[in-house]
């Protein structure tokens, strides 16, 4: 049983270490690669080639078969719901906010994690209940599907602000030169 999946931040620049267990006992278990564009996980000498885009859509190809998370909404980013099934288990988690996200399993909490205080950066998926008796590679899958959920949600954001900036900055300068009346 596993209570905590931890991503810390990559030495390299693009290979996170993936950790499972207690903070005060974790043990490096996987690896998530970004490399050029194309994703995978490396667990238990086997590597996962995730696939993932604008659209609701999340997959891992492992060696059990093809694990998949599905958004409720046409975007990932969007959803309130994203229903995750690997290998035989089913997932759903659910945006309590846009920072704050819960699993289940079948109704029953299985746990819960946050982008609050730099979550994308360092991600950690706190598992209970049910959701600590799943497997090792379902909770690193489910651990990836987490991270997805926060990263679109941030780029969406990061977007939304930019736009705001850019046209803030004309208004600026026309007050600035006196044109706008005071």
């Not at 409720?72 to 309130?80: L, S, V």
């Not at 290998?87 to 988690?93: A, E, K, L, P, S």
């Not at 704050?100 to 991600?123: E, H, P, W």
């Not at 990836?144 to 602000?161: D, I, P």
Request: charged share 25%; aromatic share 10%.
């Amino acid at each position: 049983m596993n209570s905590d999946i931890r991503w810390a931040l990559p030495s390299d620049g693009h290979t996170f270490p993936i950790y499972a267990g207690p903070v005060e006992d974790m043990d490096r278990v996987a690896e998530f690669a970004d490399e050029r564009g194309v994703q995978h996980i490396y667990f238990g000498g086997d590597m996962w080639r995730l696939h993932c885009d604008d659209g609701p859509e999340a997959s891992a190809e492992t060696a059990t078969g093809t694990w998949r998370a599905t958004a409720d909404k046409d975007k990932f980013r969007n959803a309130e719901h994203v229903r995750v099934e690997a290998d035989r288990h089913v997932i759903t988690i659910t945006a309590e906010s846009s920072r704050n996200f819960v699993m289940d399993i079948d109704g029953d909490k299985a746990g819960q994690f946050t982008s609050a205080g730099r979550g994308l950066r360092n991600l950690h998926v706190e598992f209970e209940g049910p959701g600590e008796k799943l497997p090792l590679d379902v909770q690193i899958f489910v651990s990836w599907v987490a991270r997805r959920c926060m990263e679109t949600r941030m780029v969406r954001s990061t977007w939304m602000w930019t736009l705001l900036m850019l046209l803030f900055i004309p208004i600026a300068i026309l007050y600035w030169m006196g044109l706008l009346p005071q």
